[in-house]
């Protein structure tokens, strides 16, 4: 009898494995599909002229097969303690980014460490699950200036956080890179890192070109700290070399559009005599013909 019982519940756990089997498959028969996982990143960075800029990039997907998510509302929150502020709602562009900008004057909650949580979350659709993520990052007082000791040059940097009653903390051991703008890049020229003042010093270098005045923008900047995001600032100064970017007209080359004049003339002297022994050519032949006729 204990044979049976086992042999009739294995039978049982085989047909309810069968039935959930054929359940999902009508389930997907009918037109329900597994929806996609769905993942955001999201960065916290503050701009050198105290704009907030919050970005966030919805993706879905399984491992190596993920795919932007385009014209899907993403919220953006923002959090401390009991008290939270819905900051915006803004679709995903053809990229899946989403990219909030906050202006300076505006004040998140903060707890009484000055920390904001802020979120990013997508409450999904039919086709995609849902998904948030969030940053927790404090407000960076972040300056630059620039002195002169002893004829050597020096970009100091100040880092502190504000405190929610407007306190600034002295941030030290903060890593910052220093570098000066170039066309379409910044020009890293050192690292440096904040003492116990929460200040730090570079010596700029005596080599670096700058505008038709020697102008230059200096940049510091921090990467995606844990506490504060991304913060940058900058400053201009004329510590460059000057060098002037006024377009002048090419001097004549073979690879520009006025040639040489030394080719110019040699053209000239070459085609000048194809045409001279053209021409002589022509009158030796008459003249051989009229000479030709007269002995006929």
Same mark, same amino acid.
């Given at each position: 009898m204990g044979i049976i019982k086992i042999n009739l519940l294995n039978i049982r756990l085989v047909v309810a494995i069968i039935m959930i089997g054929m359940t999902g498959l009508c389930f997907r028969a009918n037109g329900q599909t597994e929806k996609e996982r769905t993942r955001i990143k999201l960065y916290f960075s503050k701009l050198p002229d105290g704009v907030k800029k919050i970005t966030a990039g919805l993706i879905a997907g399984k491992g190596k097969d993920m795919h932007p998510v385009a014209?899907?509302?993403?919220?953006?929150?923002?959090?401390?303690?009991?008290?939270?502020?819905?900051?915006?709602?803004?679709?995903?562009?053809?990229?899946?980014?989403?990219?909030?900008?906050?202006?300076?004057?505006?004040?998140?909650?903060?707890?009484?460490?000055?920390k904001t949580l802020?979120?990013?979350?997508?409450? =999904?659709?039919?086709q995609y699950r849902k998904s948030s993520n969030d940053v927790e990052v404090a407000d960076l007082s972040f300056e630059i200036s620039f002195e002169t000791e002893d004829s050597i040059k020096y970009i100091y940097v100040?880092?502190?956080?504000?405190?929610?009653? =407007?306190?600034?903390?002295?941030?030290?051991?903060?890593?910052?890179?220093i570098g000066v703008t170039r066309l379409f890049s910044i020009l890293p020229i050192g690292e440096i890192e904040t003492d116990e003042n929460g200040v730090a010093k570079l010596e700029f270098p005596n080599d670096i070109p700058g505008d038709s005045i020697g102008a230059v923008t200096a940049v510091a900047r921090i990467e995606d700290h844990?506490?504060?995001?991304?913060?940058?600032?900058?400053?201009?100064?004329?510590?460059g070399?000057?060098?002037?970017?006024?377009?002048?007209?090419?001097?004549?080359?073979?690879?520009?559009?006025?040639?040489?004049?030394?080719?110019?003339?040699?053209?000239?002297?070459?085609?000048?005599?194809?045409?001279?022994?053209?021409?002589?050519?022509?009158?030796?032949?008459?003249?051989?013909?009229?000479?030709?006729?007269?002995?006929?």
């Open positions: 014209n899907v509302e993403i919220q953006f929150t923002a959090s401390a303690g009991d008290s939270t502020v819905v900051l915006a709602s803004i679709p995903t562009d053809g990229d899946g980014m989403s990219i909030l900008n906050i202006e300076s004057g505006y004040v998140f909650p903060t707890d009484d460490e000055g802020i979120e990013a979350s997508y409450k =999904g659709n039919d100040s880092a502190h956080q504000v405190m929610p009653d =407007g306190e600034k903390i002295p941030v030290e051991e903060l890593d910052i890179t844990d506490d504060y995001g991304t913060v940058a600032q900058q400053g201009k100064i004329n510590w070399i000057p060098v002037s970017y006024a377009l002048k007209p090419l001097p004549r080359k073979l690879w520009t559009d006025e040639a040489p004049l030394w080719m110019i003339f040699s053209v000239f002297i070459i085609l000048t005599g194809a045409w001279y022994h053209f021409f002589l050519s022509i009158y030796k032949l008459n003249k051989i013909r009229k000479i030709k006729e007269e002995y006929a």
